[in-house]
């Protein structure tokens, strides 16, 4: 208008560059947030708790992965032949994100999800109770006969203690007498695999005896399939309106 002087409009004007280079600067750095030695399992971290390896993986098998880096509310429906790969998510979900997840598995999809940060994410999972043990990976032997214990014996795992799912819906497929170490459960025309941690896809890991079965088991066969490995919820951000929508500004 032209009511505003003009050294305010320059003022604005100003502002407004700056915000879209600090924008432009967040989303390029992004994925550099988890890169580093950080122990997040996500996709583009080499550490050793990182998961790039089974990423990369997954490639090699013939899987075609995708990195994920939307909000769970964006994740299309069907969700049958796809699989979407949610290890140990940093932040909570919204309802948006709730909703969408269950959409997804309720109409075919499998999720694949880690750690006690998952807990909110997933349809009608108990409460994780049970302090985590950062000590020395556990081995867990496979309790139940499930497709998840195909070729598989034992796992090796870092595990809560006295991690006992409540729902009767939820079996137990790997763990001992005091806790639970891999769950799942059907819900709607889909399947959610919960693991009490993320170390059978981990750099570190994997290599550890039956835990890459236990990781394919999980993520199913490669013909079909399509991978989603989610990482918004990690931190990055898969375009400049994402970033923008997480700003104040909106």
């Given at each position: ?38 122990a997040l399992p996500s996709s583009y971290s ?56 269950r959409r997804f598995v309720e109409s075919g ?142």
């Amino acid at each position: 208008p032209r009511v505003i002087d003009s050294r305010d409009r320059q003022l604005v004007i100003g502002a407004g560059a700056l915000l879209l280079v600090l924008v432009a600067v967040a989303a390029l750095m992004g994925p550099a947030q988890v890169t580093g030695s950080a122990a997040l399992p996500s996709s583009y971290s080499p550490a050793w708790g990182g998961a790039k390896g089974a990423y990369l993986l997954l490639g090699e098998l013939g899987y075609n992965p995708e990195r994920w880096e939307e909000p769970a509310a964006d994740l299309g429906v069907p969700g049958r032949g796809a699989v979407l790969i949610l290890a140990d998510p940093t932040r909570p979900p919204n309802g948006e994100d709730r909703a969408a997840i269950r959409r997804f598995v309720e109409s075919g999809g499998r999720v694949l999800a880690t750690g006690q940060t998952a807990e909110p994410f997933l349809p009608e999972a108990s409460p994780f109770i049970g302090g985590a043990m950062w000590n020395e990976p556990e081995k867990f032997a496979a309790v139940a006969p499930s497709p998840l214990a195909r070729g598989v014996s034992q796992i090796s795992m870092l595990a809560p203690t006295e991690w006992q799912p409540k729902s009767l819906k939820q079996v137990t497929i790997f763990g001992n007498d005091k806790t639970a170490a891999v769950v799942s459960w059907g819900f709607g025309a889909g399947e959610v695999i919960w693991w009490a941690a993320p170390t059978p896809l981990t750099n570190g890991g994997i290599r550890a005896a039956g835990n890459l079965a236990l990781f394919l088991n999980s993520v199913g066969p490669p013909e079909g399939t399509r991978g989603l490995w989610e990482e918004d919820y990690h931190g990055v951000r898969g375009s400049l309106g994402s970033v923008f929508a997480e700003m104040p500004l909106p």
